[in-house]
C-alpha cells in the first residue's frame, strides 16, 4: 500500500476525512501520542487498525470524539448511576467531561448497542476521549463519524509522538499520514473508568487522580493491577495493560535511590550511573543515560528519547528512575518499567 503524507491545511484535512469514511486509515496528531484513525462505527475498519499495528484484537480501541453531544449515541444508561434529565451519560462523567475535556483524559462507559465489538474487544464498555488538537477535532467533525485509534505504533513499539515515529512504524501500511506538530504531552491520555459509583484509573497519565477527585468530589482509586508488577497475577481492567509495551531494541535498567527523600539524590544517581556505564564502554558497549529534569520533561521526551536510542544502536541504555510519590511520575514510571522491562538497580 501506498501511504500518503497530509499536511494540516483544511483541506488535506478534508482528503483525511474522505479516507476515513470510505473505511481507510489515517494518523493523525493529538495531544498525547499520535493516533492511528478509522471509522469506530466500522468492524473491517477496526480489523483493519488491528492488522496494521499487528495488535491483538482482545484490546479495545480507543474512540475519539469532537464534541461532548458526540458521546450520547454511543453510551448505554446502567443502573445504580445518576443522570441528568434526557441523557445517558451519568452525571459525573458530565461533569469530569466538562472541567477535563478537551484534555488528555478517556472515560469507559456502558456501550451502546450500535458500537461493535470489533471496536470494543468483545466488551460491553466503550472508551471515549475528546482530543485536545485542533487538527484532531478538525478531522472528526469533516469526517462526521466518531473515530477508533489506538496509538500509531506497532505493537510493542514506544507510542509514537511525532509524524517521523508513525513513518518509522507504519509506512505502507495505512492509507495516510497527516503530518503534524509534535505532540506536547508525550504520554497516552489517563483512562478513568466511570461505569462504578466512584471513578478508577486504568491507565495512570497527565490528568492525575487528585484532579479528578477535585473535580466530582469524591475518592479517584487506581487499578490495583496496575501498581503491582505483572508477577502479582492481577488481571488489569484495561486489557492494553497486560502487554509488555514501549519496550526499545537495547536493554534497559532503570536506577533508583534506596534513600529517595535525600537532598543530594539526582546527583549521586547520575555519578552511580555514569560509573556503572564507564565500566561497560570500557568493554566496548555502547551505554546511554537517560536522566530528566522534570517529570514533564520526562513524559514528553521519553518515547521520542527510546525510539532515537534504536536508531543509534545503543546497546543499554540507563535512566534515573522518577519520583513516584507524585502522580505524574508515577505515570511516566509506569511506562519506564514496563520499558525496562522491571530491571531495576537500587543504589
Ligand atoms: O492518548 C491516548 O489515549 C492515545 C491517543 C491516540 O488518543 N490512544 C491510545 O490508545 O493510547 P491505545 O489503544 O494505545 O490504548 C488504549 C488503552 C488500552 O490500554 C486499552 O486496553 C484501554 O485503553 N481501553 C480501551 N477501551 C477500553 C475499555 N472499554 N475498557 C477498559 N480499557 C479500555
Ligand atoms: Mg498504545
Known amino acids: 500500500m501506498n501511504t500518503i503524507y497530509l499536511t494540516t491545511s483544511e483541506e488535506d484535512i478534508r482528503r483525511a476525512a474522505e479516507i476515513i469514511k470510505n473505511g481507510g486509515l489515517v494518523a493523525f496528531p493529538t495531544e498525547t501520542v499520535y493516533g492511528l484513525g478509522g471509522n469506530a462505527l466500522d468492524p473491517e475498519a477496526s480489523r483493519r487498525i488491528y492488522a ?5 484484537s482482545d ?8 464534541e461532548f453531544s458526540q458521546a450520547e449515541p454511543l453510551v448505554k444508561k446502567a443502573g445504580g448511576l445518576q443522570y441528568p434529565e434526557g441523557s445517558r451519560i451519568p452525571e459525573a462523567a458530565h461533569r469530569l467531561a466538562e472541567a477535563i475535556w478537551p484534555g488528555p483524559m478517556t472515560m469507559v462507559l456502558p456501550k451502546a448497542e450500535g458500537v461493535p ?11 471515549l476521549r475528546l482530543p485536545a488538537n485542533d487538527t484532531a477535532r478538525r478531522l472528526i467533525e469533516l469526517s462526521g463519524l466518531p473515530i477508533a485509534a489506538p496509538s500509531a505504533n506497532l505493537s510493542g ?14 509506512n505502507g501500511r495505512i492509507d495516510a499520514i497527516i503530518k503534524g ?3 506536547i504531552g508525550g504520554i497516552e491520555s489517563t483512562v478513568v473508568d466511570m461505569t462504578g459509583e466512584l471513578p478508577v484509573i ?7 487522580p487528585e484532579r479528578i477527585s477535585s473535580v466530582l468530589g469524591v475518592p479517584c482509586s487506581y487499578d490495583p493491577a496496575i501498581l503491582g508488577k505483572p508477577e ?14 514501549y519496550a526499545p531494541k537495547a536493554e534497559m535498567r532503570l536506577f533508583r535511590l534506596k534513600d529517595e527523600a535525600s537532598a543530594d539524590g539526582h546527583k549521586r544517581l547520575l555519578s552511580a550511573m555514569e560509573a556503572e556505564a564507564e565500566e561497560y564502554r570500557r568493554l566496548g558497549r555502547d551505554v546511554e543515560i537517560l536522566c530528566y529534569d522534570s517529570e514533564r520533561e520526562a513524559a514528553e521526551k521519553l518515547f521520542s528519547d527510546l525510539r532515537r536510542l534504536d536508531q543509534e544502536n545503543a546497546d543499554i541504555i540507563f535512566a534515573a528512575a522518577l519520583d513516584q510519590s507524585s502522580s505524574i511520575g508515577f ?3 509506569n511506562r519506564m518499567l514496563k520499558s525496562a522491562g522491571y530491571n531495576i538497580v537500587e543504589i
Open 52 to 56: 496494521a499495528k499487528g495488535r491483538p
Open 59 to 66: 484490546n479495545p480501541l480507543i474512540v475519539h470524539i469532537s
Open 117 to 127: 465489538d470489533a471496536t470494543t474487544g468483545g466488551l460491553d464498555t466503550v472508551a
Open 157 to 170: 513499539r514506544p507510542s509514537p509522538t511525532s509524524w517521523e515515529h508513525v513513518r518509522e512504524d507504519l
Open 181 to 183: 506538530e509534535p505532540c
Open 202 to 208: 486504568l491507565r495512570p497519565g497527565l490528568i492525575t
Open 232 to 245: 502479582d497475577g492481577l488481571v488489569p481492567k484495561a486489557p492494553g495493560m497486560k502487554y509488555r509495551h
Open 331 to 333: 505515570s511516566v514510571m
